[in-house]
């Protein structure tokens, strides 16, 4: 069942998630989860822009592009195969009025460019996407901390897909794959220099996370499984 908090409150953080539609990939190429890591950084703004006219034509690095004041603060990500998760809050309580919510905005924007590009490129039609975003609220610390940890670890399922249910067999060999795997905010966290760092606000971590970096997350997750 998809589960959506129908209001997305201003200063509390959310585990924001959504797959491809029937389950179907959503990244297919290196290109694919390179364009939609660009787009947690340019959407993430008030200000409107179009990819191609802004980035491609005055071959610019996205991560170089001037978007102004985000709309969010993202904690975490990880792309998968054929779904996403980001951990994320708001502090724009001074943007919009009524339904406006900038949750909202900025995921209807990234949404928006990537099935746009997706569908241009792979010459579909229709919804990429198994309906709108989900949302969970994280609203106590534990939660916080075990959302943090899943989703830096959910890469692992591609070297063992039953993690969750058995336990990570081999720890070292997780970590070695966590820290080459591109498509995810650990290797910001491990301390790798890497443009996809000014995606994370790290001043926006709660005081009381136990998974500021990787060695925590690993000691942390290892009373668990």
Same mark, same amino acid.
């Given at each position: 069942?998809?589960?959506?908090?129908?209001?997305?409150?201003?200063?509390?953080?959310?585990?924001?998630? *959504?797959?491809?539609?029937?389950? @179907?990939?959503?990244?297919? %190429?290196? $290109?694919?989860? /390179?364009?939609?890591?660009?787009? !947690?950084?340019?959407?993430?703004?008030?200000?409107?822009?179009?990819?191609? *006219?802004?980035?491609?034509?005055? @071959?610019?690095?996205?991560? %170089?592009? $001037?978007?102004? /004041?985000?709309?969010?603060?993202? !904690?975490?990500?990880?792309?998968?195969?054929?779904?996403?998760?980001?951990?994320?809050?708001?502090?724009?309580?001074?943007?919009g009025e009524g339904d406006y919510n900038p949750i909202t905005?900025?995921?209807?924007?990234?949404?928006?460019?990537?099935?746009?590009?997706?569908?241009?490129?792979?010459?579909?039609?229709?919804?990429?996407?198994?309906?709108?975003?989900?949302?969970?609220?994280?609203?106590?610390?534990?939660?916080?901390?075990?959302?943090?940890?899943?989703?830096?670890?959910?890469?692992?399922?591609?070297?063992?897909?039953?993690?969750?249910?058995?336990?990570?067999?081999?720890?070292?060999?997780?970590?070695?794959?966590?820290?080459?795997?591109?498509?995810?905010?650990?290797?910001?966290?491990?301390?790798?220099?890497?443009?996809?760092?000014?995606?994370?606000?790290?001043?926006?971590?709660?005081?009381?996370?136990h998974c500021n970096h990787v060695k925590d997350l690993f000691?942390?997750?290892?009373?668990?499984?």
């Amino acid at each position: 069942m998809a589960i959506r908090d129908k209001n997305l409150v201003i200063n509390e953080y959310y585990h924001i998630y *959504n797959r491809g539609n029937d389950k @179907k990939k959503i990244f297919l %190429d290196d $290109e694919d989860h /390179d364009r939609f890591i660009k787009l !947690l950084y340019i959407c993430n703004s008030k200000n409107n822009f179009n990819f191609r *006219n802004s980035i491609v034509r005055n @071959k610019i690095n996205a991560f %170089d592009f $001037e978007k102004g /004041d985000p709309l969010v603060s993202i !904690l975490g990500w990880v792309l998968m195969p054929n779904h996403f998760h980001i951990v994320l809050i708001s502090h724009r309580s001074d943007l919009g009025e009524g339904d406006y919510n900038p949750i909202t905005e900025f995921m209807r924007k990234v949404s928006t460019a990537y099935v746009m590009y997706f569908n241009k490129k792979y010459k579909k039609t229709g919804s990429l996407f198994e309906g709108k975003f989900k949302s969970r609220h994280i609203g106590e610390e534990n939660y916080f901390n075990y959302i943090f940890s899943y989703i830096h670890l959910n890469p692992i399922k591609l070297i063992q897909k039953n993690w969750k249910e058995k336990g990570i067999m081999n720890k070292d060999r997780a970590k070695n794959f966590l820290e080459e795997y591109r498509y995810s905010s650990f290797q910001d966290y491990f301390g790798k220099k890497r443009k996809q760092n000014s995606i994370i606000d790290y001043d926006s971590i709660p005081e009381y996370s136990h998974c500021n970096h990787v060695k925590d997350l690993f000691k942390w997750i290892k009373d668990i499984y």
